[in-house]
């Protein structure tokens, strides 16, 4: 069937493979699709469709991502990818805190046999401060899995500002000697410093009356730069990994966040289209690099993968 004979939405499905009972569901869908006769759609193709150019698109087309880059990638999506015969893509950050969780060395494997492709997510998938208002401070606890915070000091009583998502926001850089001033102050207090109820009190009293702006918002220019950064060290890190002549096409945005700025920069840099979290299939016209998705969290998702793909089940009316 050419893409002039096709008047359906095509479906992108996102599933987070370190969700609890992702294993479960995965297995359930996979079987539900592969009974009724979906078929994996490439990228390329989804994106030639939107644009209205011509090529072939089966009667049951899918397309199957999974965001993060986690270990679950290749411990359970891939061999049930493969069992099932279909094909997913995996958009993973490439900052060097999820390099050390999850590793990069199976990349390579995935797309030497074409059941997962690798592509971007942004280099940090990181939330950065926006304003001069101090929510709360840095003591101890884990930050595994957790998204960057770019700009933190990682050290006790380090101020943690107002947050917003890295490519969509100004940043706002604190001032250095505030932030010493906190991380000095529990320092002199001795260990076990946040095991007293008012510790947070004593901390924020002592920005309240620091003398000096709190910091500074960064220029246009300086954003501009962060954002191209962020978006050319995934490629970079992504080809690199791989090898073998991989080119790095497509983004998801981090936690869904676009604006129309970064929207631009996109077709530049290389990207031939960008996923969003909004739901809803891709039809001729729509705009490749606002992409929709179906998030997936668990079984009962939008009442399964049945009230998503009614349309297709009614027969191959257009």
């Known amino acids: 069937m050419r893409t002039s004979d096709f008047r359906k939405p095509i479906f992108v499905l996102l599933y987070h493979p370190w969700l609890e009972g992702f294993e479960d569901t995965f297995t359930a869908h996979l079987s539900w699709l592969k009974d009724r006769g979906f ?15 011509e090529g072939r698109i089966p009667n049951r087309p ?8 986690t270990t679950e990638n290749v411990t359970i999506a891939y061999p049930l990818l493969k069992r099932f015969g279909y094909n997913g893509v995996v958009f993973a950050p490439t900052a060097d805190r999820y390099i050390r969780m999850s590793g990069n060395g199976w990349w390579k494997q995935v797309e030497s046999e074409g059941v997962l492709r690798i592509e971007g997510h942004s280099h940090t998938h990181s939330f950065i401060f926006i304003n001069d ?6 003591i101890r606890g ?14 006790a009583g380090a101020p943690i500002f107002g947050l917003g998502y890295e490519l969509v926001s100004r940043r706002f850089i604190p001032d250095r000697e505030l932030i010493e001033r906190c991380i000095d102050y529990v320092k002199s207090q001795g260990m076990g410093f946040d095991e007293h109820g008012d510790w947070r009190k004593d901390l924020m009293n002592l920005v309240s009356v620091y003398e000096r702006p709190r910091g500074r918002y960064e220029t246009d220019e300086e954003k501009r730069n962060r954002i191209r950064e962020e978006l050319e060290r995934s490629r970079t890190c992504i080809e690199h990994a791989i090898g073998r002549g991989k080119k790095v096409r497509f983004l998801a945005y981090p936690f869904g966040a676009y604006d129309f700025d970064i929207v631009d920069y996109l077709a530049p840099l290389g990207y031939m289209g960008a996923f969003t979290v909004q739901p809803g299939g891709n039809c001729r016209g729509d705009n490749p690099y606002l992409l929709k998705r179906m998030n997936i969290e668990n079984s009962a998702s939008f009442g399964g993968l049945e009230s998503i793909l009614v349309e297709y089940l009614e027969g191959d009316k257009v």
């Open 62 to 69: 899918i397309v199957i991502t999974l965001d993060d880059g």
């Open 133 to 138: 208002q101090v929510e709360d401070f840095f």
């Open 39 to 53: 078929e994996s759609l490439p990228l390329e193709t989804l994106v030639a469709y939107v644009k209205g150019e």
């Open 142 to 155: 884990s930050l595994d899995r957790k998204p960057i915070i770019k700009g933190l000091e990682e050290m």
